[in-house]
């Protein structure tokens, strides 16, 4: 019952976080962007606070149905983590406001679920990798500065060889 529940709420949030990604008029509205923010880094510390001590009890009996939930959740939290990055590359002061929040939350996030994924024995039924600069949407941003750093390291590394 509270399994199916649990399941429901995170599903609905997801969808909700969803909708910024799938339309991009609501998108346009930075407003919307920081209502997103807001609300999802409190959902995660509610998560965090309140379901993970559940579903870590519950992990033997339902194993498919919590990592499910776990998954959904860590959708939540890259989508949050898309939403700050693009407020860190627009300058936004309200987006850049809430984003230590919001990593506070998703880092708290990670580190728990690690932890009970380790305790059951099953640390790589999730992979957690890196957060990669993304747009609103969820497409990679064209990664022009990882192209200049690499670019002004090799001309560093010619000029130092035309020296000697």
Do not use: W
Not at 36 to 63: C, M, R, W
């Amino acid at each position: 019952e509270c399994l199916s529940v649990l399941e429901k709420l995170v599903s609905l949030s997801k969808k909700i976080s969803d909708l910024l990604k799938d339309s991009p008029l609501l998108a346009k509205r930075k407003v919307n962007l920081l209502n997103q923010l807001k609300g999802g880094s409190k959902f995660i510390d509610a998560f965090v606070k309140y379901s993970l001590p559940f579903l870590s009890s519950t992990f033997n009996d339902h194993e498919n149905t919590v990592i499910g939930i776990i998954r959904g959740t860590e959708a939540i939290c890259r989508r949050l983590g898309h939403i700050s990055s693009y407020g860190k590359r627009v300058r936004d002061a309200n987006l850049l406001k809430e984003a230590p929040k919001v990593k506070r939350s998703s880092e708290l996030f990670v580190h728990k679920t690690k932890s009970i994924m380790k305790k059951n024995g099953v640390l790589d039924a999730l992979s957690f990798g890196n957060l990669r600069h993304r747009n609103i949407d969820g497409s990679l941003e064209e990664e022009d500065r990882s192209s200049d750093s690499a670019s002004s390291h090799t001309e560093s590394e010619e000029s130092s060889s035309d020296e000697e």
